[in-house]
């Protein structure tokens, strides 16, 4: 039930105020920890020619750039022989710096006009930016660090189409776009002269783009043309992070929350001494990442959050890893599979696929995915996958539901509620469907257990 792993290539920069080269006790010179890795790892994105049998169509590939940075002080007083670290109120900071841009393809044919069936050049240089950042207080270990970068509604410069037709694309981004990190430390520790500092990183959001064509047609004068809107998953789940350095001076003690004397995942730990400077929140320490080699970060893709009792199989964190259940699933008589799961531990995550089901019944009868027993704020998607072809011919959400894509899948997701919909894989073909369900928990890494059951409305 791993989340798409967050790679970090993270260094730990050794910076010293004053007094750093004779090694004495002096200005409280600052050791800086900085872990960065990239914003959106592993993201990609596609729609897939929209909207299905119109005379005009566009498809969007996105693709994502930037960065997520975090960044702690300290200062280290005592000696090798008894350290002691302390972080420096309000200097850490979660910088997310980066943003998204596309390619994309359109399809005319409309009397009248040339046909086209290509790129839409100039797309490529569109770029949503996504900024935030927040401070906190290393080393406070549990309290997560919430940072929130706003994707504001926005339209777009329109962009001419291309092949001799007349008229424009438009790019809206709409409102509920948005991307959050959120950064949980773990564990900080000296052990002589060395420092660690350890956390989890988790990120969720979505990004939710309305398109649309406008063509001056002849006799007709300026037609619209609405896109099918997208929402675009941004939670791509999350890593441990573990940033090191080398003491090189040792400096008066400071007012802040101190470090654990010893390693990080070594033995349970205890508060160090605050030497009077009044640091409460002591680095207590669950897990971290290996050490890499003395000035350096690492991010490993296991979490160090808590140890939930998942009832398995794990693990189940992707479409490709996803529980199979081989229940048959119909409408005459309507039948139904209920099945349990847990979230939580560094897991972002939980994938299951009925492969024995149909898309469609008679009648008002409709697919639907029920949650139960679950703690607020847990998500949960349906993915239809037709048996001819992964795009359905018809696919409504209702409801409370919001459709989106999923590694290439369309579905309808809803947050605590019910997610229901109205689904058409291929008219007289097969109508067996493999449905493909997601469970995740988006900002949260709690240990949940959830309920859920797949059936049709009656």
Known sequence: MNRKNLF?????????????DDGTTGASPEIVLTATGELLPGFAYSTGLQPP??????????????????????????????????????????????????????????????????????IENVKIEIAGTQAFDPFSIGAAVPAHAAIPPTK???????????????????????????FTGTCASIDGAHATYSGDVVRSGSLVIAPSIDIEIPFVGTKSFPITPFTVDL???????????????????????????????????????????????????TSSSASTGSGSSSMSSTGSGNTCNDP????????????????????????????SGMLGGGDAADFFQFPHAIDVCAGPSKVLLQPMNILSGTRFCLLPKCATTNVPEILE??????????????????????????????????TLTNFVVRVDQPGFDDCASYDFTLTYTE
Do not use: R
Not at 56 to 82: I, Y
Not at 167 to 178: D, K, P, Y
Not at 260 to 267: D, H, I, L, Q
């Open 53 to 122: 049998d119109s005379k005009v169509q566009a498809s969007f590939d996105l693709s994502a750039s930037g960065t997520v940075t975090v960044e702690a002080h300290a200062v280290a007083s005592g000696d090798e022989d008894a350290p002691a670290l302390h972080g420096k109120p309000g200097s850490g900071t979660v910088t997310i710096a980066g943003g998204v841009a596309m390619i994309g393809t359109l399809k005319v044919d409309i009397d009248g006009l040339p046909s086209y069936d290509g790129p839409i050049p100039g």
């Open 312 to 339: 398995g199989p794990e693990p189940n964190g992707s479409v490709a890893t996803a529980t199979t259940y081989n229940d048959n699933l119909g409408c005459f008589p309507v039948t139904s599979a209920t099945h």
């Open 397 to 430: 959400c209702e409801g409370s539901s919001t459709y989106t894509v999923v590694s290439s899948l369309e579905g309808c997701c809803s947050t605590d509620t019910d997610v229901q919909m109205h689904l058409e894989c291929a008219a007289g073909a097969s």
């Open 156 to 182: 777009l410069p329109p962009i001419p189409l291309p092949g001799g037709i007349p008229g424009t694309l438009v790019l809206e981004v709409a409102e509920g776009s948005f991307l959050d990190v959120g």
């Open 235 to 285: 939670s791509l789940g999350g890593s441990s992070v573990t940033a090191e350095a080398e003491v090189g001076a040792w400096g008066d003690p400071i007012t802040g929350d101190a470090a654990t004397v010893g390693k990080c995942g070594a033995t349970t730990a205890t508060s160090s001494s605050s030497s009077g400077t009044g640091g409460g929140g002591g680095a207590g320490s």
């Open 8 to 20: 970090f290539t993270a260094g730990a920069l050794l910076a010293c105020i004053g007094g750093c």
